[in-house]
């Protein structure tokens, strides 16, 4: 079960005026499940976001990415296939997708972006995402982000969502997001699927510069497995509804006040993908200080977060410290002086000089390693950078979903 | 169980003269097992070897890379602790053991190489070790491979030997090698710890090219889990005892000749240590062709060996082959195209043209999947290099193991 996810309920969620959100059972792959979201936004909405680095990117990755130039005006997204290793045929029906939309709603196929999740090289039932979509439509209100959480998971436990107000200038602005992911989670540029919506109003560049900022402070710091997907995206949007005065300078309080509201709901999101890793049973933060750069930093960071070995002792409760050292050494930090390293678990100091701290004792570590969340602190003495990544840890059930995802 | 690795037995391993090996129960970690290992040079003997670039190198590690300056005339190596992580006192304890040695055999401690291997970060119990020093001499002799292979076991659940003789100008010349090494395997210079013994005789600098030379194509060349372990180190011993002339230049039939016969035993020993991987139930052959650079053609090969969806897939023996497109997306080769590419499973074309191949047919991909042995070739049409990594799949057993490995 996931690791310390409080139940999600409908009323947590606040609206954000300008998004509309419809849900629909396609059967894309299953019978009677939501498995299709379609998003509607208001003329006006600005819409960044990033996506995958994986040169293996989904069709819809790519005509997301092409579409983004344009002003977007809906979303659709739809679970039970990743219209991913599909070639150019995959590429057609992403585009016969965002056409069948554009068409009911009276706008430019360009205006519409697609997104997909699901199984890897089969090919997208795009007939069926097309007969879903009138239905999606038709439910379509502004308070639906809970079953909206919902139609997009795939081997997720728990719906992933959350909301936040701040005062901006005077006027209350709204910050919603949903995400889902759990396995295929080391994002590189965003996560798998995470979408964040606030009514502000902001320029189009600065929205931009914005969703870069979150994700490399959410989505861009977690990982389960190291497999980057072929589908990460992430997207902001921005109504403009909230009817404070249009955002255009970085170097102003009202940009820093949703900067951080919109990074504090990322980042939530994000976490919540950790918690819901699969098979996970522990939530570990891994802290890496005192680097010469936030480069090294992250690989010493993933180097722990990656490691099977180190994972599995988690797993297990078992205070087998020394894997962390073995994974610090091996990060690739080529000119390291594990000499001069301290590494910590939560409060308790592990290792110094190279070795076993001299007042560390087993049951201390042993407490901590009980715990269902840790923190990995590891001081490396050389400079002033630090990294945060999250993670979890690695069970039986993580080989067990995995080794039967597709049956 | 291990996978295809036949039984082993005495009489396949043939002596090396020059090299007497004795073993010893000293109770390192449990009682009445095997757990010290004594190997004794003829004079004269040239000894090379390549060791772990983990930051966090064992003490033992260190030693030895400084003996190695040194005429050696014998190895010690331990199991059931690594004096990894043991700061100056773990370097202290390797002298000591070094010293001892010397002193039975009356050589200088600097001609004696250490090794450990087994749980890091814990005090090395010298005392015990050097008790048993006299008892593992008492037993030496050449023919004692076989028990040597078992001596220096850890999780592996079988012992990893191999032997061959081959005729370089008249003469036979023998190549007997072991090795040990289950989990934490993604060697970077030598797996955990292999050693390799010819008669032949060949000159310290060309020797110490053949190692490097060995390495690369053998213990370098596999993964079981990539964390490279504190402690890998892979040792080449030549006695000179063949009669055969010293071989200085490798632009020679009788250095080929050497070099095909230990890199063929290496390779062996390699492949045994990922039939053996933890957990293992396939063995994978991971073959990527036609790439720009060897460096390429290995970043896309252990992406994919390392991937744990990969993994899983193949344990689960599920063709759900879209997992590997992604590993090689995700690489990191920035320019790739993956529409060029061609993914074959077997002789099974699955993948072209950035997706599913036209003729391929799900029967054919599981047919494959059934196997115990597979291999994974991708080609990817851009230059003429090629890399090959071993590796296995990734099982419930991986985690039990590794659970469990203190308890």
Known sequence: MPVNIPPLSPEHLLPVAGVTLGIAEAGIKKANRKDLLVMVLNEGAKVAGVFTQNRFCAAPVIVAKQHLAQSVRALVVNTGNANAGTGESGIANA????????????????????FSTGVIMEPLPVDRIIQGLPAALANGKTNNWFDAAHAIMTTDIVPKAASKQVQIKGKTVTVTGIAKGSGMIRPNMATMLGYVATDAAISQSLLQKLVQHTADRSFNR????GDTSTNDAFIVIATGKAGNQEIYNPHTEEYCLLQDAITE???ELAKMIVRDGEGATKFITVQVEDGKSKDECAKVAYAIAHSPLVKTAFFASDPNLGRILAAIGYAGVDDLDVDAIQLYLDDVLVAEKGGRAANYREEDGQRVMNQAEIT???VLNRGTATTTVWTCDFSYDYVKINASYRS
Not at 98 to 104: D, I, P, T, V, W
Not at 222 to 225: G, K
């Open 95 to 114: 585009q016969m997708t965002c056409a069948a939309l554009a068409k009911l709603l009276g706008i430019a196929p360009q205006q519409v972006l697609p």
């Open 222 to 225: 977690i990982t389960v497995d």
């Open 265 to 267: 709901v990322a980042a």
């Open 376 to 378: 990995i602190r590891v």
